[in-house]
């Protein structure tokens, strides 16, 4: 099976902090990717697409490297609200589609 | 705008019982999946259907069945459940092309 790693963390970061994650991916033929966003075993929720030219919503950037075959999550001006897992996505061809990582957890203090 | 729907949310079963997670979305979307997560797992997907009438082993079938019932309904059995599938289990759709995938609410399954 085709491998999505993450540093599973925890980040402990205060508020107002900047905070990036990572996340590799072994098929280099993978078509799309996510980064999710998952509060305390409730179910997963979309956060943002990966596109290839890097995106960019709010506070939050995401970044793909198909060279490296990593994509990344920055998120900027840290809010307690952040705190929480975020798991990355990657969408391979028929087979194990949606294939995810194991979650990154982030809690941000006061 | 129901998405995807799950039920039961809690369960507790005893060991050897038997039964059926239900699952439907309404969004017209070709492929769902079941998976479990436990703790420091991640999502493990048990089993998935591309599309009405197909359906797929996924990373742990062992101890599942499933029938995709028909476009909107992808159901989950456990034969004769064992506490090792003591888990969360959520349902999850995708429409055509690779885009977004919605999510149940999940099923807290606890057999004793």
């Known amino acids: 099976r085709k491998e999505v790693e993450q540093d599973p963390g925890p980040f402990n970061v205060p508020e107002g902090a900047t905070v990036a994650f990572n996340c590799t991916y072994s098929?280099?033929?993978?078509?799309?990717f996510f980064w999710y966003r998952q509060d305390c075993r409730k179910e997963p929720k979309l956060l943002m697409s990966?596109?290839?030219s890097g995106n960019e919503d709010g506070r939050f950037t995401a970044q793909l490297n198909r060279a490296s075959q990593y994509i990344s999550l920055l998120i900027r001006d840290s809010k307690l609200s952040d705190s929480a897992t975020y798991l990355c996505?990657?969408?391979?061809?028929?087979?194990?589609?949606?294939?995810f990582g194991k979650g990154t957890s982030l809690l941000v203090t006061p | 705008n129901a998405g995807v729907t799950q039920t039961p949310k809690f369960q507790v079963l005893k060991t050897g019982q038997s039964m059926t997670l239900q699952c439907a979305q309404d969004?017209?979307?070709?492929?769902m999946y079941w998976y479990r997560q436990d703790p420091g797992m991640g999502l493990r997907l048990i089993y998935y259907?591309?599309?009405?009438?197909?359906?797929d082993k996924g990373e742990v079938p062992n101890g599942y069945n499933v029938s995709r019932l028909n476009k909107r309904e992808f159901s989950l059995r456990l034969e004769s459940a064992a506490p090792s599938q003591t888990s969360v289990y959520f349902c999850?759709?995708?429409?055509?092309?690779?885009?977004?995938?919605?999510f149940g609410q999940g099923t807290r399954l606890t057999v004793v």
């Open positions: 999850a759709s995708t429409g055509q092309g690779n885009t977004e995938a919605f």
């Open positions: 996505v990657v969408n391979e061809d028929s087979g194990y589609a949606l294939n």
């Open positions: 990966v596109y290839s």
């Open positions: 969004m017209n979307h070709n492929s």
């Open positions: 098929n280099s033929a993978s078509q799309s």
């Open positions: 259907s591309a599309s009405e009438g197909t359906t």
